[in-house]
């Protein structure tokens, strides 16, 4: 059996609803040199029983199933497996374009120092209405100056990316169990060049549930970490993700010992006051950055926003309203 040119990872966790239209559109792609990988994260609904019936109907399928661990778990050992020259991502609930992969891999073909290439996305809700398009940059220089600031990203169910670009900047990193993507996405674009297609190739469906609206905190968060590290790897040549590991999951704790400390509070206080619209929520960030010695005009000035209880003076996230995503 020849090696598939593409490895395109899903992980699933009690996707029953959405899993089965989301696989098909992946099976049904004009370019079809491919292999699907399947992790099945202790999936407990009829998760099982889907994937055998598909795995069954294509060999392309590949299924691995494993007790529950989490999304970024459940990536990196997909990763560790995939055969593929080029690594695709699609989330279990979401949906691409026939034409996506071809697409992805003609613009590769053409830009050999890209590394990593998202594409424009549609928002959907539960019932596939479309609620809106992810604000998105295109062009080299101005999605590594989104990155840079967070102020736009890539989605990761719209990524493909060169295998070798993902081993040479240490792959997904198990602790991020959120904005793992952000996480290496910022790894990468400190090395290589990334970008996004203009053309909405996918689908991102946002429900109730899912992980932007259920632990959007947590997840502005460890973005911001993830943040706050490209900016130390730029000054000292290496981030603190040892300590990011020994902490367990207590952010606070990381914050208190971390070397640019203000500068991560900082840049939580902005996040949370952008991400969440809530200047309550940010303010303490803001403040403890300003003790902390880390005093800038910018800071200082979303503090005094925060202390007036004004509104983000920016643009606003994509938000679900009420009765969006809901089933």
Request: aromatic letters at 8%; charged letters at 25%.
């Amino acid at each position: 059996m020849s090696v598939p040119r593409v490895s395109v990872i899903v992980a699933v966790h009690n996707g029953q609803r959405h899993l089965e239209a989301s696989l098909a559109c992946v099976l049904r792609q004009t370019f079809s040199d491919f292999e699907l990988m399947v992790v099945d994260d202790g999936s407990t609904d009829r998760t099982p029983e889907i994937l055998s019936r598909l795995s069954d109907e294509d060999s392309r399928l590949r299924v691995i199933q494993q007790e529950h661990r989490g999304q970024t778990a459940s990536l990196i050992r997909a990763m560790r497996v995939a055969q593929g020259a080029y690594l695709a991502r699609q989330d279990a609930d979401d949906l691409s374009h026939p034409e996506r992969f071809e697409r992805q891999l003609r613009y590769f073909d053409a830009h050999p120092s890209v590394g990593a290439l998202g594409c424009a996305t549609e928002i959907i809700d539960e019932e596939g209405r479309v609620l809106g398009v992810m604000p998105m940059r295109h062009g080299i220089a101005r999605v590594r100056r989104g990155l840079m600031t967070l102020k736009a990203t890539m989605v990761h169910s719209s990524i493909m990316m060169r295998r070798q670009t993902y081993e040479a900047v240490g792959r997904y990193r198990e602790v991020f169990c959120v904005s793992q993507d952000t996480d290496l996405w910022l790894r990468m674009v400190q090395r290589y060049d990334v970008d996004n297609l203009p053309e909405r190739l996918v689908q991102w469906r946002v429900s109730r549930d899912g992980v932007y609206t259920s632990q959007r905190e947590k997840q502005l968060k460890y973005g911001g970490v993830a943040l706050a590290f490209a900016h130390e790897r730029a000054r000292f040549g290496e981030d603190s993700y040892d300590l990011l590991a020994r902490v367990g999951g207590d952010l606070e704790a990381f914050a208190a010992r971390y070397r640019l400390s203000g500068m991560l509070h900082a840049i939580w206080g902005e996040l949370l006051f952008r991400g969440l619209r809530d200047p309550a929520a940010a303010r303490p960030y803001f403040a403890r950055a300003l003790a902390q010695g880390f005093v800038r005009p910018k800071t200082a000035c979303f503090f005094g926003w925060s202390l007036m209880g004004l509104a983000w003076p920016g643009g606003a996230p994509f938000s679900v309203r009420p009765g969006q995503g809901q089933t």
